[in-house]
């Protein structure tokens, strides 16, 4: 089987580009606890007091439920980086799967569970990142194929 080809640069950067904003929505999520509440509190409420208003402690407990989300977003992105730089880029069909999977691993669970418990603000946010990881990976396919065993 031929070697793989190349997929053009533009979706190479810009999966790096979505990944590096994974890392980087995370690490707001861990250094600015405040903000990351206010955020979803708009988001889920309409109102960036409304989450800090359920108290000290569960606004304490919600920023670190944040914080420990931001973590592994944090690991999830940095890997996503890592696999498009030295396998998508090159055109391995295994580095695409391993970021299409990922993607589809965090995405169906995450936004079932926000739809079932009737936050589908979360849910439109997840489509926007969902999307985001699509047009390139969409667009990357045909390039990446298997290599020669």
Not at 37 to 63: K, M, N, T, W
Not at 66 to 82: E, I, N, R, S, Y
Not at 100 to 121: E, H, K, M, N, R
């Amino acid at each position: 089987m031929p070697a793989a080809s190349r997929p053009p640069l533009l979706w190479v950067n810009w999966l790096l580009a979505v990944s590096a904003g994974v890392v980087l929505f995370g690490v707001v999520l861990v250094v600015a606890p405040g903000f990351a509440l206010q955020s979803f509190s708009r988001l889920v409420y309409g109102d960036a007091a409304r989450l800090g208003g359920f108290g000290s402690e569960a606004a304490r407990y919600i920023s670190l439920a944040h914080a420990v989300l931001g973590a592994v977003m944090v690991g999830w992105g940095t890997a996503l980086v890592l696999v498009v730089r030295s396998l998508v880029a090159s055109g391995s069909m295994l580095g695409w799967r391993l970021v299409a999977v990922s993607v589809l691993a965090w995405f169906i669970p995450d936004t079932a569970y926000s739809l079932w418990s009737g936050y589908w603000q979360n849910a439109v946010l997840n489509l926007v990142f969902a999307v985001l990881f699509l047009v390139p990976l969409v667009a990357t396919h045909a390039s990446c194929r298997e290599r020669g065993s």
